[in-house]
């Protein structure tokens, strides 16, 4: 069984940056599309950014420009550099890997962006 763990959450101050990371147990992490997605309260998980096996990334408009999703296939690790930090970044931020009927989701870290 897959085990997604993130790390790297926190408090930061507005127009601040985090790095998060999401490291994956097993050995075939590469043939994997993974991403990040967030919840913010009251409202829907949506999708922040994704990687494919072949490492091309797509994002959500909002985070165009600010943040950056890559993967170390040696690590088994997912980033996600996020930068020019707003309030409204504030949520919870899940990792998942997945790939045809394979979907796996990671239990979260929360990101607070507040002064």
């Known amino acids: 069984q897959v085990q997604l763990v993130e790390s790297g959450g926190g408090l930061v101050q507005p127009g601040g940056s985090l790095r998060l990371s999401c490291a994956a147990s097993?050995?075939?992490?590469?043939?994997?599309?993974t991403g990040w997605y967030r919840q913010a309260p009251g409202k829907q998980r949506e999708l922040v950014a994704i990687?494919?096996?072949?490492?091309?990334?797509n994002y959500a408009d909002s985070v165009k420009g600010r943040f950056t999703i890559s993967r170390d296939n040696a690590k088994n690790t997912v980033y996600l550099e996020m930068h020019s930090l707003k309030p409204e970044d504030t949520a919870v931020y899940y990792c998942?890997?997945?790939?045809?009927?394979?979907?796996?989701w990671g239990q979260g870290t929360q990101v607070t962006v507040s002064s």
């Open positions: 097993g050995s075939t992490f590469s043939i994997y599309a």
């Open positions: 990687i494919t096996s072949s490492s091309s990334t």
């Open positions: 998942r890997m997945f790939r045809g009927a394979y979907d796996y």
